[in-house]
């Protein structure tokens, strides 16, 4: 019959047109594949940014000359502490333990010379700090990343980009100078998303050195002279909320009128709320770095971002009562005399905003004339990610492994804008540097100088970040959100002619998030 279609030409068309569906389909697959080892500096497309030293990628010895050294060519296992012996010597041992964080509540962990959280590690700023790890039992492997220090290159602790993951039975030392007083934490960079989550982890304090004064002025001053010093390292097990350990309230004995220096180290992959009831509160650094000025709060919280730091300064009330420090509504430290006790609150209906609390003191850089100025733009898009199909984050449009690598030299003072496209909100953490906030959606930072290294970007939201290049080596820019990470949310920061000979991929071992 005229005008009927031939069954054989039917299905010569159905194949063509399936063929060229599938054949892109099988293409984006097979690229999205990650090879069986590959190394961090070859991933992704290099990202050189915009601005006046954007050449110097191309020849020139850096900024002012500083960044000679590195134009040559070094590995980063070769940029590590000044020789010579330790002022601090530590050996943390991980395992694979069930724990006991309730009454009748065991858990699965990894703990740190037996407990989790590990121990506090204490130093003096200006003290070399040596760290011995000892993996006695996680299968994985495993390293210690020291979150928010600024640690010579080979000391950075990622699996796969500053050395390889530390076998069972195998050991790692880290060597670095604690430079900056403040609050820190350390924690596995290896498997990262179920490590951390399961326990491998602990507090870093670096005391001020002898004789220095904080930027809080003479009357905060006068109150740590005699201050208790308290690392309050919140952590979930599960769906229980633990500060240091323990489950619900934590009593501290501190005498009516004495001051406590609270360090809240939020170690899990969302916000942490923080408030006080019974007494007002300052917030007297951020990430490590002092507040300047900080003015006496009450009614208010402050968001802890995954992975950062908040010193709260706390005065137990002369009445003889108790205050207390939320951390997340279902944990809290009780400050006052033994046996004192304060009401629960809820949350206070507003936060405190770092944007323009305290006053302001002047930078350590001028961003008005950075050298160099990138774009971190983060998106979700359909895909595939080592052959999964799915909606995947993406970084200006790639997706992982094809990731940038933002280059710089040494001694760029670097302007970076983070763009949260994705449709969550993202704490944003990048190693070996700390970085000034300048701006929030356009508007400029009036307060303190905002120094953090894990910055919460919600969903919609911009900062305008800067920094000084100052620390040569390979540095992660990923989401701390860590099940965020393995998801492929992750950049990385790389300094000219800086190599690295370790790899990534499935037959290495390297698994960092």
Same mark, same amino acid.
């Given at each position: 019959?005229?005008?009927?279609?031939?069954?054989?030409?039917?299905?010569?068309?159905?194949?063509?047109? !399936?063929?060229?569906?599938?054949?892109?389909?099988?293409?984006?697959?097979?690229?999205?594949?990650v090879?069986?080892? @590959?190394?961090?500096?070859? &991933?992704?497309?290099?990202?050189?940014?915009?601005?006046?030293r954007?050449?110097?990628?191309?020849?020139?010895?850096?900024?002012?000359g500083?960044?000679?050294?590195?134009?040559?060519?070094?590995?980063?296992?070769?940029?590590?502490?000044?020789? /010579?012996?330790a002022?601090?010597?530590?050996?943390?041992?991980a395992?694979?333990?069930?724990?006991?964080?309730?009454?009748?509540?065991?858990?699965?962990?990894?703990?740190?010379?037996?407990?989790?959280?590990?121990?506090?590690?204490?130093?003096?700023?200006?003290?070399?700090?040596e760290?011995?790890?000892?993996? !006695?039992?996680?299968? $994985? %492997?495993?390293?210690?990343?020291?979150?928010g220090? $600024?640690?010579?290159?080979?000391?950075?602790?990622?699996?796969?980009?500053?050395?390889?993951?530390?076998?069972?039975?195998?050991?790692?030392?880290?060597? @670095?100078?604690?430079?900056?007083?403040?609050?820190?934490?350390?924690?596995?960079?290896?498997?990262?998303?179920?490590?951390?989550?399961k326990?491998?982890?602990g507090?870093?304090?670096v005391?001020?050195?002898?004789?220095?004064?904080?930027?809080?002025?003479?009357a905060?001053?006068?109150?740590?002279?005699?201050?208790?010093?308290?690392?309050?390292?919140?952590?979930?097990?599960?769906?229980?909320?633990?500060?240091?350990?323990?489950? %619900? #309230?934590l009593?501290?004995?501190? &005498?009516?009128?004495?001051?406590?220096?609270?360090?809240?180290?939020?170690? #899990?992959?969302?916000?942490?709320?923080?408030?006080?009831? /019974?007494?007002?509160?300052?917030?007297?650094?951020?990430?490590?770095?002092?507040?300047?000025?900080?003015?006496?709060?009450? $009614?208010?919280?402050?968001?802890?971002?995954?992975?950062?730091?908040?010193?709260?300064?706390?005065?137990?009330?002369? #009445?003889?009562?108790?205050?207390?420090?939320?951390?997340?509504g279902?944990? !809290?430290?009780? =400050?006052?005399?033994?046996?004192?006790? &304060?009401?629960?609150?809820?949350?206070?209906?507003?936060?405190?905003?770092?944007?323009?609390?305290?006053?302001? !003191?002047?930078?350590?850089?001028?961003?008005?004339?950075?050298?160099?100025? @990138?774009d971190?733009?983060?998106?979700?898009?359909? /895909?595939?990610?080592? /052959?999964?199909?799915?909606?995947?984050?993406?970084?200006?449009?790639?997706?992982?492994?094809?990731?940038?690598?933002?280059?710089?030299?040494?001694? $760029?003072?670097?302007?970076?804008?983070? #763009?949260?496209?994705?449709?969550?909100?993202?704490?944003?953490?990048?190693?070996?540097?700390?970085?000034?906030?300048?701006?929030?959606?356009?508007?400029?930072?009036?307060?303190?100088?905002?120094?953090?290294?894990?910055?919460?970007?919600?969903?919609?939201?911009?900062?305008?970040?800067?920094?000084?290049?100052?620390?040569?080596?390979?540095?992660?820019?990923?989401?701390?959100?860590?099940?965020h990470?393995?998801?492929? =949310?992750?950049?990385?920061?790389?300094?000219e002619?800086?190599?690295?000979?370790?790899?990534?991929?499935?037959?290495?071992?390297?698994?960092?998030?």
């Amino acid at each position: 019959m005229k005008g009927r279609t031939s069954p054989v030409l039917r299905r010569v068309v159905a194949g063509v047109v !399936a063929a060229a569906v599938l054949v892109p389909v099988l293409l984006l697959w097979q690229t999205s594949r990650v090879p069986g080892q @590959f190394s961090v500096t070859g &991933a992704g497309a290099s990202e050189r940014g915009s601005g006046p030293r954007v050449t110097s990628l191309d020849g020139h010895e850096g900024h002012g000359g500083q960044g000679a050294h590195t134009a040559a060519g070094v590995s980063v296992d070769t940029l590590v502490a000044p020789p /010579g012996p330790a002022d601090v010597q530590v050996t943390l041992t991980a395992r694979a333990e069930r724990v006991d964080i309730a009454p009748g509540v065991t858990v699965d962990a990894y703990t740190v010379n037996g407990t989790t959280p590990g121990p506090t590690v204490r130093a003096v700023q200006g003290d070399l700090v040596e760290v011995r790890f000892v993996n !006695a039992g996680v299968p $994985d %492997g495993a390293t210690l990343h020291w979150h928010g220090v $600024d640690v010579p290159g080979a000391a950075d602790g990622v699996a796969g980009v500053t050395q390889d993951a530390v076998p069972v039975g195998g050991s790692f030392t880290y060597r @670095f100078v604690a430079e900056d007083a403040g609050t820190y934490w350390y924690h596995s960079h290896q498997v990262s998303h179920e490590q951390v989550r399961k326990g491998l982890l602990g507090a870093l304090v670096v005391e001020p050195a002898p004789g220095a004064r904080p930027a809080g002025g003479p009357a905060v001053a006068r109150l740590l002279d005699d201050a208790v010093d308290v690392p309050a390292v919140v952590h979930q097990y599960g769906s229980r909320r633990t500060v240091q350990g323990t489950v %619900g #309230d934590l009593p501290v004995e501190l &005498a009516p009128g004495r001051a406590a220096r609270v360090r809240v180290v939020n170690t #899990d992959n969302g916000t942490l709320s923080v408030w006080v009831s /019974g007494a007002p509160f300052r917030l007297l650094a951020v990430d490590g770095t002092d507040v300047h000025s900080p003015a006496e709060v009450t $009614d208010q919280a402050v968001t802890v971002p995954a992975g950062g730091r908040a010193d709260l300064l706390v005065v137990a009330p002369a #009445d003889g009562s108790a205050a207390r420090v939320e951390l997340g509504g279902s944990a !809290a430290l009780v =400050l006052g005399p033994q046996g004192a006790d &304060a009401a629960r609150t809820r949350r206070p209906a507003t936060s405190l905003d770092p944007l323009s609390y305290g006053t302001p !003191a002047p930078l350590e850089l001028d961003p008005g004339t950075a050298d160099r100025s @990138f774009d971190y733009v983060i998106g979700r898009a359909p /895909g595939f990610l080592d /052959g999964k199909p799915g909606m995947h984050w993406t970084v200006n449009g790639h997706t992982y492994p094809d990731v940038p690598m933002f280059t710089v030299a040494e001694g $760029d003072v670097v302007r970076m804008r983070i #763009d949260n496209r994705s449709g969550e909100p993202h704490p944003m953490h990048l190693h070996g540097h700390h970085v000034v906030v300048l701006s929030r959606d356009g508007v400029p930072a009036t307060g303190s100088p905002w120094w953090v290294d894990s910055l919460e970007v919600g969903d919609g939201e911009f900062y305008d970040v800067a920094f000084v290049a100052d620390n040569p080596g390979i540095w992660m820019d990923h989401c701390h959100n860590l099940p965020h990470a393995t998801e492929g =949310l992750v950049a990385h920061l790389m300094y000219e002619g800086v190599t690295t000979p370790y790899l990534l991929g499935h037959d290495t071992g390297n698994v960092p998030e």
